[in-house]
């Protein structure tokens, strides 16, 4: 058994649980923290909601000369 977060912990990566962005170790610790707590459940289910519809919603892409000025503002940052 995976070791227990606590609710802020899980809330912290909520987000990038939804996003796919946790290692599978720390997405299974957070998954299984939101399975059992009745506190945090709802709020993962709202925020994965949200994040469906903001996707569907979403289908317009940003114009070629905005993506290439936020891709080389980038590339200066790193």
Not at 10 to 21: V, Y
Not at 37 to 59: G, I, M, T, W
Request: net charge negative; proline share 3%.
């Amino acid at each position: 058994m995976n070791e227990n977060i606590s609710c802020g912990d899980a809330l912290e990566q909520l987000w990038a649980l939804i996003d796919n962005e946790l290692c599978t170790e720390d997405a299974e610790r957070v998954q299984e923290h939101l399975d059992r707590c009745k506190r945090c459940y709802p709020q993962y289910n709202f925020d994965r909601a949200y994040r469906q519809l903001v996707a569907l919603q979403c289908r317009e892409k940003a114009p070629a000369e905005l993506r290439h000025r936020v891709f080389m503002k980038l590339l200066e940052e790193t």
